[in-house]
């Protein structure tokens, strides 16, 4: 079910890719398998369906494209300047494509509902009591 203001708004790292959303955005999906980890240099990919219809994007992306473990073909988008994922067209829905949430302008919309591949997870996916923590800065 979409949630939130009427209207969203996202973009990569260094904005030459800006993208407008229609409405409402649904929860986001949580995915630990090794390609989302690849393809966000992070311990699991968090994206959102939007139907194609509601997604506007301007700026022009490259893309790549690999099977699922399914066999269905992903073409992952992502912007030719700064490197960023944006959003994933997949060959079994091809009415919607699944935004990266780490791109959206109004990140605390985002909701998560679920999560896949946890066979692949890392411990690292959650992050340790009891690291040292910063408000700003130091990684
Ligand atoms: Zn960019
Ligand atoms: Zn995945």
């Known amino acids: 079910m979409p949630t939130g203001a009427a209207h969203f708004s996202g973009s990569c790292l260094c904005r030459s890719c800006v993208y407008q959303i229609d409405g409402g955005i649904e ?4 995915c630990h398998c090794e390609d989302c980890r690849k393809v ?3 311990p699991f990919g968090v994206s959102f369906r939007v139907p194609k219809d509601r997604f ?3 700026g022009r992306t490259a893309s790549y494209s690999k099977p699922a473990d ?10 030719p300047v700064c490197g960023s994922p944006l959003y994933t067209e997949s060959g079994a829905h091809a009415d ?16 998560i509902e679920r999560q896949a ?4 997870a890392v411990a690292w996916a959650a ?13």
Do not use: M, N
């Not at 399914?70 to 912007?79: A, E, I, M, P, W």
């Not at 919607?96 to 909701?111: C, F, H, R, S």
């Not at 591949?117 to 692949?120: D, M, N, P, R, Y």
């Open 27 to 30: 929860p986001a999906g949580v």
């Open 56 to 58: 506007h994007i301007t």
């Open 40 to 42: 966000t240099g992070g």
């Open 70 to 79: 399914s066999g269905t073909v992903l073409t992952r988008h992502f912007c």
């Open 117 to 120: 591949w946890l066979a692949s």
């Open 127 to 139: 992050i340790p009591p009891g690291v040292a923590t910063y408000q700003k800065g130091r990684i």
């Open 96 to 111: 919607a494509v699944y935004v990266k949430a780490g791109t959206l302008d109004q990140p605390e919309a985002i909701t």
